[in-house]
Nanobody, 127 residues
Framework: QLQVVESGGGLVQPGGSLTLSCAAP????????IGWFRQAPGKEREGVSC????????YDRDSVKGRFTISRDTAKNMVSLRMNNLKPEDTAVYYC????????????????????WGQGTQVTVSS
């Protein structure tokens, strides 16, 4: 069964940048649509950015457009989320998830349709 692993979280000042990575040792991530999700304390999990298997189609929630970029690195078998101009409201646990049966828009809007989830990585934006 696919297991995805997140890395790259941490503490950053407002306006700073972080890159999160999603890997799946022993599996080919190109066979899955991949999404990044986040959950802040007391809030529901929400889709942030999602990418299809080819890497040609992405979906971003409005609040991160122009700041976050999701991309695939086939050679490294990874999916990354580059986060620029981070804001305190971006603070959350960030999760990587994968599916084979949903569009990028659907998987981002409805986190429950995703099949495989990582354990999450904490991102804290604070001065």
């Amino acid at each position: 069964q696919l297991q995805v692993v997140e890395s790259g979280g941490g503490l950053v000042q407002p306006g700073g940048s972080l890159t999160l990575s999603c890997a799946a040792p022993g599996f080919t991530l190109d066979n899955y649509a991949i999404g990044w999700f986040r959950q802040a304390p007391g809030k529901e999990r929400e889709g942030v950015s999602c990418i299809d298997r080819s890497g040609n189609s992405t979906y971003d929630r409005d609040s991160v457009k122009g700041r976050f970029t999701i991309s695939r690195d086939t050679a490294k078998n990874m999916v990354s989320l580059r986060m620029n101009n981070l804001k305190p409201e971006d603070t959350a646990v960030y999760y990587c998830a994968a599916t084979t049966h949903a569009t990028v828009r659907a998987m981002c809007i409805r986190p429950d349709v995703n099949d495989y989830w990582g354990q999450g990585t904490q991102v804290t934006v604070s001065s």
